[in-house]
């Protein structure tokens, strides 16, 4: 079955960076797209990040860009978000998703993984 585990959470200052990454097993990695998604406390589920099958196309929410990055190591069966300049707002349980299909951001993601905390706090 699809599973998706992400690692690299934890608690940085404001104006620091982390890593988080989705590890994917049980389908071809490669044939799908993939995305972040973060939820703060009291708020609604947002969209991050997504990244097409192959990799060629990307799409950064306006919150967060110019300061996360995503990409992915099909190699690897890994997508990784590198969060930058991190700010007490990005503080939130952030998600790895799979839509049914390669390309995103229109897409029904479907799969969801249990999530990894992100404290941003001095």
């Known amino acids: 079955q699809v599973q998706l585990v992400e690692s690299g959470g934890g608690l940085v200052q404001p104006g620091g960076s982390l890593r988080l990454a989705c590890t994917a097993s049980?389908?071809?990695?490669?044939?799908?797209?993939i995305g972040w998604f973060r939820q703060a406390p009291g708020k609604e589920l947002e969209g991050v990040a997504c990244?097409?099958?192959?990799?060629?196309?990307?799409f950064v929410a306006a919150s967060v860009k110019g300061r996360f990055t995503i990409s992915r190591d099909n190699a690897k069966n890994t997508m990784y978000l590198q969060m930058n300049n991190l700010k007490p707002e990005d503080t939130g349980v952030y998600y790895c998703?799979?839509?049914?299909?390669?390309?995103?951001?229109?897409?029904?993601?479907?799969?969801w993984g249990q999530g990894t905390q992100v404290t941003v706090s001095s």
């Open positions: 990244i097409s099958a192959s990799g060629g196309n990307t």
């Open positions: 998703a799979r839509p049914a299909g390669s390309t995103c951001p229109d897409a029904e993601f479907d799969s």
């Open positions: 049980g389908f071809t990695f490669d044939n799908y797209a």
